[in-house]
């Protein structure tokens, strides 16, 4: 997969950005949103962690994370939720939530109440201790997570620089699931975290270590498929038969007549 990460283009939309790291987000969320190798209809999700002053002139840990309704690839400053970092990381820490009760606690813990709802997946973002993240459901990586032995195939391509989780639904319950097993991880050593059937996620404190960390574990796994001839399509000779118009033209007879022409 080609890295489409260009220094002068991140340094324009920094730079046009109120906030720039804000600016760099939304730079390498279109990159990866332009490419359907690893999203499509919409799908995936980015964030940065990044401090603010607030009305009192305190400074504030704020979370941006894509907005509900937004597609990577246009998406804007303002299609980021601004939500509190600290109160979404707090919500992992509870035994259980439901989904409403979720939606509720994310809707309140935004310092915009005319910014679009946080991602369902905003607390995940928050529990993992870096400035950037990237998600993405990736064609090549969950092409393989979903084949037979697909969990040991992924393992043995990363080995312990991705974290493999078994599928859970996104949500707090997969926030949950991250947070109980990265309690004791050390994060300097992972370049991603992979949960089965569903997508990748990478991280980095720059916007392009998160980035390089996607393009290079997806190219990878698109490495190893085409090693396997996996992107290979099969091709049979095939000559038509005169009996094959013969039987079409019987079939649509047959067809016209059913329907009454």
Partial sequence: ??????????????SAADNPELGLRVYTSRLLGSNPGLVLHGGGNTSVKSSVTNLF???EQILYVKGSGWDLATILAEGFSPARLDVLARLAELPAMTDTAMARELKASMIDPGAPSPSVEAILHAIIPAKFVDHTHTDAVVGISNTPDGEQRI????????LVLPYVMPGFVLAKQVYEMTRETDWSSLAGIMLMHHGLFTFGDDARTSYDNMISLVSEAEALLLAQGALEVARVPYQPEAEDFIALASMRRAVGEAAGR
């Fill in 1 to 14: 997969m080609q890295n489409l990460w260009d220094d002068e283009e991140a340094a324009r939309y920094a």
């Fill in 57 to 59: 002139g305190e400074q």
């Fill in 155 to 162: 393992r043995d391509l990363y080995g312990d620089r991705v």
